[in-house]
């Protein structure tokens, strides 16, 4: 399923392991508190790094200062759409990512009896 969102024109967010970096460098939260934060919320502030996250893949033109240009000429009515596309994109890419990883596991051995 594809998530889009209205700025100047439609555009889709993808949310891949480079778009977990570039989260992690600009708000400085560890990749390990990033669900909890995700189930939380983001604030304010930090929608634009969100959104800019999800647009790189495919708009390599759009740099961070566009997207907040693009971001402030959001109608307030349309913003709260936004926000909730982006948390939805995010989720549903973080959880499908955890679950390609595998956990690896460890046998115990059994102690021998005497």
């Known amino acids: 399923m594809k998530n889009t969102i209205k700025l100047d024109k439609e555009r889709e967010l993808k949310y891949n392991f480079g778009s977990l970096l570039y989260i992690q460098e600009n708000l400085n939260i560890p990749i390990e508190e990033f669900t909890t934060k995700l189930q939380k919320g983001f604030g304010l502030e930090q929608m634009p790094i969100l959104i800019h996250a999800g647009l790189r893949k495919h708009n390599k033109d759009l740099d961070f200062e566009k997207t907040k240009e693009l971001i402030e000429d959001i109608e307030l009515t349309e913003m709260q759409n ?3 596309t982006v948390v939805t994109a ?3 890419e973080f959880t499908k990512e ?3 990883v595998s956990t690896p596991t460890a046998k115990i051995p059994k102690k021998k009896k005497k």
Do not use: D, G, P, Q
């Open 82 to 84: 936004v926000f909730e």
């Open 90 to 92: 995010l989720t549903s």
């Open 98 to 100: 955890a679950k390609n």
